[in-house]
């Protein structure tokens, strides 16, 4: 399996971007993929998880409401819609394989996931 990132930049704060994960090597359309981030000096943190067979979503508290997470299962490929973007949202973003079926409870633990994208980083300024 393999997943790759792209989409990040430089925006100012209340700006947007969307980030693209594309995955390779999955042989159905029933799996779950999740975006975590890691700001320097900071844990990775999961920002939000979809399910690719009914599109059924989670996300952070500190990114509801702003961010969205969708799949287009015809080109493989997961997005994430960030709004409003502030200084705090800066981190370099990684996609990840949460395996068959749909996102687990535990969705934003790092140990749920074996396959990660080399990640993209996103930088917000004030």
């Known amino acids: 399996l393999q997943l790759v990132e792209s989409g990040g930049g430089l925006v100012q704060a209340g700006g947007s971007l969307r980030l693209s994960c594309a995955t390779f090597?999955?042989?159905?359309?029933?799996?779950?993929i999740a975006w975590f981030r890691q700001a320097p000096g900071k844990a990775r943190e999961g920002v939000s998880c979809?399910?690719?067979?009914?599109?059924?979503?989670h996300y952070s508290d500190s990114v509801k409401g702003r961010f969205t997470i969708s799949s287009d299962n015809a080109k493989n490929t997961v997005y994430l819609q960030m709004n409003s973007l502030k200084p705090e949202d800066t981190a370099i973003y990684y996609c990840?394989?949460?395996?068959?079926?749909?996102?687990?409870?535990?969705?934003?633990?790092?140990?749920?996931?074996?396959?990660w994208g080399q990640g993209t980083q996103v930088t917000v300024s004030s």
């Open positions: 979809i399910s690719t067979s009914d599109g059924s979503t």
């Open positions: 990840a394989d949460g395996g068959y079926g749909p996102c687990v409870d535990e969705w934003a633990r790092v140990d749920e996931y074996d396959y």
């Open positions: 090597g999955f042989t159905d359309d029933d799996y779950a």
